[in-house]
């Protein structure tokens, strides 16, 4: 599917185009209009009559053309400004598909639709409890809390079943001051390669016809239950996917461990003394960290730190803070067990390649349901996790 920007684009360019041809044609009246008024110049009184109709004809036309252009201009100014990007369940109640999908007889539709915020955005993603969007590999702020698609850009991909991934395996940089004539050093990189898969993630429910009847609350079921349930298995793959097909190859597996020896004399003695020395291990393998993934418990307990004076060192009780740490992200997961942790270059070491926008499929054609007065809920989606470098991620397990 295209993504919206691209479709707005293409729209303003057809609009653009009609346009163009209404003031062509505009100008073309104009110019006969020009040469009956001239000509009605050079004729006698009698003949005038007949002229003049013409010109009132003509005056129509145009008029009319205008009005077609005025129309076209309001098009494109309103695509322009517009900022109305539709959630998942507005997308299905007002499409095509949807309002011609008759609830009373045996049937069913397919419909794909854009995995983009409500605020407005590229990339991004309309979630429950989430709104950081990506645009074109960059990752903007996050406003509320994170999930893992938020700090990992996101790339769409076409006509294939996997990622040809080249993997930089190592970088020893032997880069040094040269004497004139003298033999230059040599720097290792070395890559490897391997297929990525692209798999897919769905679930299926029923609800009552009433509910399909209902719009408003089939949106809120699609976007509430439905999407959040893909999302909550996307993480979970994106973390601890083993990799066995249909399985995505997660990053906690192929992450490096934890080596609490990295400062020479030091032991980290607390949860963020270690986080930050996985920090540092990351910074060692030539990347910046971007972000932490840890359980909810565990940031619990950090913001419940408390210095000599018993005042919070992380968070206002009150408005509570931004989870970040180390200058770090924080992304907060179920699918990590208390006591560990995941950290590293989120942000440049790993991407998720979406092959197929989430696409809801309603029907009455399943099991039971046509005697049941049921609708089956279909939402599906195809992506692909790449890593390109593992040694940018130190866990702890």
């Known amino acids: 599917m295209p993504h919206i920007n691209e479709v707005k684009d293409e729209l303003k360019n057809e609009l653009k185009s009609a346009l163009e041809g209404l003031l062509k044609e505009r100008d073309k009246k104009s110019d006969e209009l020009h040469e009956q008024i001239e000509h009605l110049k050079t004729k006698s009184e009698e ?33 322009g400004a517009s900022n109305d990007v539709k959630s998942f369940g507005q997308q299905v109640i007002e499409s095509e598909e949807f309002k011609g999908f008759d609830s009373g007889r045996m049937g069913n539709v397919s419909i794909e639709v854009k995995d983009i915020l409500d605020s407005g955005n590229t ?13 074109g590999g960059f990752v903007t702020p996050p406003q509320q809390e994170l999930r893992m698609r938020d700090v ?38 070395t890559f490897s390669e391997k297929l990525v898969p692209i798999e897919k993630i769905a679930h299926s429910f029923r609800v009552s016809m009433e509910v399909l009847d209902d719009a408003p609350r089939l949106r809120g079921y699609i976007d509430i239950r439905g999407r959040y349930g893909l999302d909550l298995k996307e993480d979970d793959q994106i973390l601890n996917g083993n990799g066995t097909t249909p399985n995505l190859q997660g990053i906690i597996p192929q992450a490096t461990v934890l080596n609490p020896a990295v400062i020479p004399g030091y032991t980290p003695a607390t949860l963020v003394d270690e986080i930050r020395v996985a920090k540092l291990q990351v910074r060692l393998a030539q990347y910046p960290a971007s972000a932490v993934v840890m359980n909810p418990i565990d940031w619990a307990l950090i913001e419940l730190l408390k210095d000599t004076q018993g005042a919070y060192l992380y968070s206002s009780v009150v408005s509570g803070a931004r989870p970040r740490l180390w200058g770090m992200d924080v992304v907060i997961s179920d699918n990590i067990a208390q006591g560990q942790f995941l950290t590293g270059s989120f942000a440049l070491a790993a991407t998720i390649w979406d092959r197929m926008a989430t696409t809801i499929q309603i029907s009455t054609e399943d099991r039971d349901n046509f005697v049941k007065n049921l609708v089956t ?17 130190v866990k702890k397990v």
């Open 47 to 79: 003949e005038t009559t007949d002229i003049k109709g013409r010109i009132d004809e003509q005056k129509a036309e145009i008029e009319k053309l205008c009005n077609s252009i005025d129309e076209q201009m309001k098009k494109i100014n309103r695509l």
């Open 123 to 135: 990339s991004s993603a309309t979630r429950s409890v989430l709104v950081a969007p990506h645009e």
């Open 152 to 189: 990992i850009p996101v790339a769409q991909v076409s006509a294939t079943n996997a990622i040809r991934s080249i993997i930089e395996s190592g970088y020893t940089n032997n880069a040094d001051m040269v004497a004139e004539g003298a033999q230059k050093p040599q720097s290792e990189l």
């Open 377 to 393: 809920i279909l939402l599906e989606k195809r992506e692909a996790l790449e890593v390109t470098r593992p040694e940018a991620f």
